[in-house]
């Protein structure tokens, strides 16, 4: 007999009190006992640490029996995952069986893996390959979790949500879930080097082992593509944006196909960063025109050499004429050109391109912000159907604050993805807490008003607003070989939330903070409220103390750490602070209305309008898009300056409140993470201070203006500041 269960029916033989009763007991003996060993972040979110029952009414039924196929390499990963978390969570080993026997059992796969779930019937129409069910029900008369998707990689992505549904403490009664993916291709960039370095990069070496590779397959990379599994991301662009062209030799793609090989049964492709002008330095031809027909059929051996070694390869990912990078205007081609070449090489074999639009001129541009939407935007419709244009979430790059892209929206007939920055270039390196998934939500939910109001950002890229097929999203991995992989404790959550946020880009911040807080730290209420409390405070803490109200790009010059607000003169000048802040003795801030370099008109009507206008733009990018005087009244009643002030100190004084909540979560967090985070939050507070002091000091000097009362005056003069130097920087271009 198959029958779906229903809400309030309770179908089970009291033989599963018993089972429940059983695997409850486990739960809290377990929870008692200390960790066999010392955490130290390796296993990420996937510690599966025994559930704390507080109430063990709600805990609902464990599993006692697993009913799951291992015929193919990610069915047998899926399997592989649930024993190893089932047995981990509850201390026992779910029995294995082929068909379900008993009650309290765990049946996953689909129609064509499982007769049980084909006779279950259940509707998994427009879940597509990668969307699943969890579904409560009875199968031949006894209580089981069925996890059933279309195709075995739903099938993983399933049973991940069910143990992180164990991992959360939630229960597993009268499930009736249904999840699919609402973006297509929702894959970290790797801005990792062949020689491991990795630019912009705070957690060690690049993770790809390229010197002992394809001979040595370091269990890292099996454990990097269970934890991208168990958020959805499904590939990895292995190498540099700022790529070297050997990559694409033969002894490089043996390494890669030998990557590809590891992360296949996780549902994850690989990627590579292709050099435009890789035809010259490997190929021996005199020119990479992307017209010329020598250089087309270079690229098309190329593409047909790859597919050769990896049938699943993902297809390429260019950063051209960007930053002194090669590209088809180096021919007077267009971006439209360069893309299509490329696109035409990997279309037989259905691989993609990802062009990215970080684009601004070589020459002395008026406002840098307007750059790429002057370039992109006469392409609109002109790419191939298997080409994504890769947007950077804001117009300049990556700062703690931007508006979002003038470009989301603007290429109606063009699918765009969006290009976010896991690793903390701008904020704070990987010492600093800044969680930032309000920075992700922020911008998804931006209304681009393009078609009228609720034309968020996520609805341009999740094609439901242009009615696009092909959709994506990209992060820039903060992954390396550090034991915890990102550097920090809490730089793991970034990854997670880009992960959570690419498979829903309508998921809260908030709420993925506290799934992930759970299964990272502890399901104990007193723990989950206070770390979560920091996260959310924590984005804007850094903000506030490194340039708020809209300030931007006012680091250190190159290596980018630190304050450096008084940067100037170099190569060019949008690569300075000055340019960006504009401050004098009459006011801060640069002019993008109108009236000034009008960047304002880049979006559409509804939106330059409020930008527009001083009075309609929100405080936090009033800087960003308006050069006010110093004493401009702020909505507080303070002015301009009293107000930047104000900001420099309170994002310091979160910081010593992150530190004060840190410290009460002692004993309850295990000493040596807890250790660790503690020290990172006195780095910061330093460095916070360092900020405060640093751009107080340099911007008194701009605007001659008194500290308002109860400021402290910087300990140093400004000049101490700027002869600050830090030569071997981590992450610095080479
Ligand atoms: C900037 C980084 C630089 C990258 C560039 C990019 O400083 O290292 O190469 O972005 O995205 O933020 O291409």
Redesign the pocket.
């Known amino acids: 007999m198959l029958t779906l269960t229903h809400a309030g029916d309770d179908p089970r033989p009291p033989r599963i009190a018993r089972t429940v009763a059983a695997l409850v007991c486990w739960g809290v003996l377990l929870a008692a006992m200390p960790a066999l060993h010392a955490e130290d972040g390796y296993e990420l979110w996937l510690r599966y640490a025994p559930a704390v029952v507080a109430d063990p009414d709600s805990h609902g039924p464990g599993i006692a029996q697993l009913v799951a196929g291992s015929e193919s390499p990610v069915q047998a990963a899926t399997r592989r995952e649930l024993l190893r978390g089932l047995q981990a969570l509850s201390g026992v080993a779910p029995v294995g069986a082929d068909t379900v026997t008993e009650d309290a059992a765990l049946l996953v796969g689909t129609p064509a893996s499982s007769s049980q779930i084909a006779r279950l019937g259940l509707d998994l129409e427009g879940l597509g390959r990668e969307g699943y069910r969890i579904r409560s029900a009875i199968v031949d008369g006894h209580a089981t979790t069925v996890v059933a998707a279309n195709d075995d990689i739903g099938v993983l992505y399933g049973a991940f949500h069910l143990l992180r549904l164990l991992q959360t403490g939630q229960p597993l009664a009268d499930l009736d879930i249904r999840e699919a993916p609402r973006l297509q291709v929702r894959v970290l960039n790797h801005w990792d080097d062949l020689d491991r370095y990795v ?2 990069g705070y957690s060690g070496q690049s993770i790809w082992d390229w010197h002992r590779l394809p001979g040595w397959l370091d269990p890292r990379y099996t454990d990097y593509a269970r934890a991208n599994a168990s958020i959805g991301i499904n590939g990895a662009v292995l190498n540099n ?2 790529a070297n062209a050997d990559v694409l030799t033969p002894m490089y793609l043996e390494k890669v196909a030998a990557i590809a090989g590891v992360l296949r049964p996780y549902g994850m492709k690989v990627y590579l960063s292709a050099r435009f002008s890789a035809p010259m330095q490997i190929g021996g031809l005199a020119t990479a025109d992307p017209v010329d027909p020598a250089v087309q059929a270079w690229w098309r051996a190329k593409a047909d050499e790859i597919y050769s070694a990896i049938p699943d390869f993902g297809g390429f990912l260019v ?1 051209a004429n ?2 002194g990078q090669p590209g088809p205007q180096d021919y007077g081609r267009s971006h439209a050109d360069g893309a299509n070449m490329l696109a035409d090489a990997l279309a037989p074999h259905g691989g993609i391109v990802m062009w990215r639009a ?1 684009v601004y001129s070589d020459e002395e541009p008026v406002d840098r912000a307007r750059q790429a939407y002057n370039e992109f935007v006469p392409l609109d419709g002109r790419f191939r159907d298997n080409v994504l244009v890769q947007v950077k979430n804001g117009p300049i ?2 700062q703690p604050r931007e508006p979002f892209h003038p470009l989301f929206g603007a290429m109606p007939r063009t699918p765009l993805m969006m290009e976010f920055q896991i690793t903390k ?1 701008y904020l704070g390196f990987s010492t600093h807490l800044a969680y930032t998934g309000p920075l992700y939500e922020e911008v998804l939910r931006a209304d681009t008003h393009v078609q009228g109001p609720g034309s968020s950002v996520a609805r341009v890229i999740d094609g439901s607003l242009h009615g696009h097929a092909l959709t994506g999203i990209a992060g820039v991995a903060n992954i390396g070989s550090d034991r915890n992989w990102s550097g920090s404790h809490f730089d793991q959550a970034n990854w997670y939330a880009f992960g959570r946020l690419a498979w829903n880009p309508e998921l809260s911040s908030r709420d993925i903070a506290v799934e992930w807080t759970r299964m990272t730290f502890s399901n104990d209420a007193a723990v989950v409220e206070p770390v979560v409390g920091m996260m959310m405070a924590s984005r804007e803490a850094v903000v506030d103390y490194t340039g708020a109200l809209g300030l931007h790009h006012l680091m250190g010059r190159g290596h ?1 750490y630190g304050p450096g607000p008084w940067v100037d003169g170099g190569p060019r000048a949008d690569w300075t602070s000055v340019y960006f802040h504009r401050a004098d003795r009459n006011g801060i801030g640069f002019d993008r209305t109108r009236r000034g370099s009008d960047a304002v008109s880049q979006y559409a009507a509804p939106v330059a309008g409020v930008f527009d206008d001083v009075a309609q733009t929100p405080e936090e990018l009033l800087l960003w898009f308006h050069h006010v005087p110093w004493d401009h009244p702020m909505r507080s009643g303070r002015r301009l300056w009293d107000e930047l002030v104000f900001r420099y100190d309170r994002g310091v004084d979160a910081v010593r409140d992150m530190r004060a909540a840190w410290s009460g979560l002692d004993g309850r967090i295990d000493a040596g993470r807890h250790a660790q985070v503690a020290a990172f939050l006195a780095i910061q507070q330093d460095e916070a201070q360092w900020w405060r002091d640093a751009s107080v000091a340099y911007f008194q000097s701009i605007s001659g203006m008194p500290l308002p009362a109860g400021a402290a005056p910087p300990p140093h003069a400004l000049e101490h500041y700027k002869t600050l130097e830090f030569p071997h920087a981590p992450g610095d ?1 080479k």
Do not use: P
């Open positions: 630019e912009r944006v700022n950063k960007s930053e970080f790059d990556f270039e980018h271009t």
